[in-house]
């Protein structure tokens, strides 16, 4: 039960605070070593990125676990509270908000969307920007906020740090370039494996909060991505707003051909952006409601 209160004001600490600028981030600490690591050791092989994941992991695990155990011998209230300010730090979905929202109201979107995305962003016009933004937003919402809850609510503390370790390896090594391929390949699978439950949780959350009636419809697109888990999103969330996401995009000169997701409008608008964006309230209120349905259950079991 500690867990869920945890997760519970963890989220409302993010959702009202976002970010604390004036602490170094602990994902920022994570890249690091992950740096510090590839800058010693790096070697292009799957063994090489094998040993980076095993050391990371480790040394995180380690961490994590003797902060969880610390806080443990303290009073329950200290606890959860040192706890949830901790495992706040570890969501992002105020950032990731703040970030999207952020393309809607600049005088220059390309360079907001240029910091969010790793596609190419200067031929872009509107209509891309817009769906760019969108697809952050749903792919996101997995791993930015879904997952980080869903790890956090089954094993407390060190699960939420250990899971972003994992979603940060991905982000900093999970590349199918000359570089990375193989050394950022073992990195690639368990973040796939991580993200495997809580991808599939966010596109049925995105369905049902969208009022859809086969909210597992998103699935027949969903497989299409090359990535396991993150057009289950994308996909949800397109079929939401009545438009298709995806299609040929341009990363680092080279035009990759990709798949639509959804089924509607191609041409994607202002409005759709702000559509996306606006069932945060709902999904602040899920969660809510989830978190105490959960407390509840466990008063009444004990």
Known sequence: MTNILIALFAYFIDRVFGEFRFIKHPIIIIGEIITYFEEKFYKNSILGGLLLVLFVLSLVSFISISIYLY???MPDAVNIVISSLIASMFLAHKMLYDSVKEVLVSPNKREVISMLVSRDTEGMNESDIYKASIETYAEN????VIAPLFYLTLFGLPGIIIYKAINTMDSMVGYRNQRYENYGKAAAILDDIANYIPARLTAILIMTLFKQKDVFSFYKDGKKH???NAGHPITAMAL??????GGDTYYFGELKKKPYFGIGRKEIEEEDVRKALS???KIDATVAISLLTL???FIKLL
């Open 279 to 281: 069932i945060r309230s």
């Open 240 to 245: 939401g707003l009545g438009i298709s996401l």
């Open 226 to 228: 090359d990535s396991p």
């Open 71 to 73: 806080l443990g011998e």
């Open 141 to 144: 919402l997995s791993d930015g």
């Open 295 to 297: 407390t509840f259950v």
